[in-house]
């Protein structure tokens, strides 16, 4: 069975600028392309990725789709609809039908500065039409009234698969470890809720990778949502911040076989290849 990274991103300054915290520029203010990963996915025993959105901007993920066609590896890729506009939602929904690669989208919703902003009446209809394309809803709240808004939607449409990014953002270093445990709980109810094994900006920009950090904090996400609904990822080159692609990829490999050696498979791959629905690897 292949093992399949749910969560990696490229970008090409030049065409699309990002703005990143002043601690994270040194590394992720270049370039970042297929090559520069395919030799650490190869020595790390990763046969392909879920190409993630990085920008709310629909002309990337137009150039991401394109890329996952040139490249077999890429073997999903999860973008980004305009939901504020439901109708622009469903006309891009048409246009994009054809492209078997797109698996999911994801809307940046903590660039919104309301924190309710998912809840307004004309997103949640465009969140409909996602969920009547077949399309996996992809989130990062970074707050809690965020995750209560992505919950809430995921309790609104019970048969559109919802993942969340980065383990839910636990306070590895520090931090309210009883909220974060009770969102998870909150989440792990809801059985269209799965999450990604992986950590996210905010964690790595103060903290170094160790994999016995992380392990509290993924085995309570693999005791309660159970190896069906959670999946590896890696957040490169995001997670360049904290270890190289190899480090935490065999990290997050030690803390699944240790957890449940039965596991590894579905954690490893095929979770993520049932529920974003992903086309074989050729």
């Not at 039908?97 to 809307?107: D, E, I, Q, S, Y």
């Not at 939607?153 to 980065?166: K, S």
């Amino acid at each position: 069975m292949s093992t399949i990274d749910a969560h990696q991103h490229f970008w090409w300054m030049d065409r699309r600028p990002h703005s990143w915290p002043p601690a994270a520029r040194a590394t992720l203010d270049t370039d970042y392309t297929p090559d520069d990963l395919a030799g650490a996915m190869a020595a790390a025993g990763v046969d392909g990725t879920v190409l993630m959105q990085s920008l709310n901007n629909g002309d990337e993920t137009d150039e991401y789709l394109d890329l996952a066609d040139a490249t077999p590896w890429i073997v999903g890729v999860v973008g980004w609809l305009p939901l504020r506009d439901p109708e622009a939602t469903g006309r891009t929904l048409a246009r994009l039908a054809h492209r078997p690669k797109l698996v999911g989208m994801r809307h940046l919703i903590n660039f919104e500065p309301d924190p309710h902003w998912l809840l307004a009446p004309e997103v949640q209809e465009a969140v409909g039409l996602v969920a009547a394309a077949g399309l996996v809803f992809d989130a990062v709240p970074n707050d809690a009234e965020r995750f209560a808004a992505v919950l809430s939607t995921a309790e609104r449409y019970p048969n559109m698969p919802v993942v969340l990014d980065h383990l839910a953002r636990p306070p590895v270093g520090g931090g309210d470890e009883a909220a974060w445990r009770a969102m998870i709980d909150r989440a792990a109810a809801l059985p269209n809720v799965a999450i990604k094994l992986s950590v996210g900006l905010d964690v790595v920009l103060a903290w170094r990778w160790r994999t016995d950090d992380v392990r509290p904090f993924a085995e309570h996400v693999l005791a309660r949502f159970g190896p069906a609904r959670v999946m590896a990822a890696s957040n490169w080159p995001v997670s360049l911040l904290g270890g190289s692609y190899g480090e935490i990829w065999s990290g997050i490999a030690d803390i699944v076989a240790r957890f449940d050696p039965a596991a590894v498979p579905a954690v490893m791959g095929g979770t993520c290849r049932r529920i974003f629905r992903l086309p074989a690897l050729s």
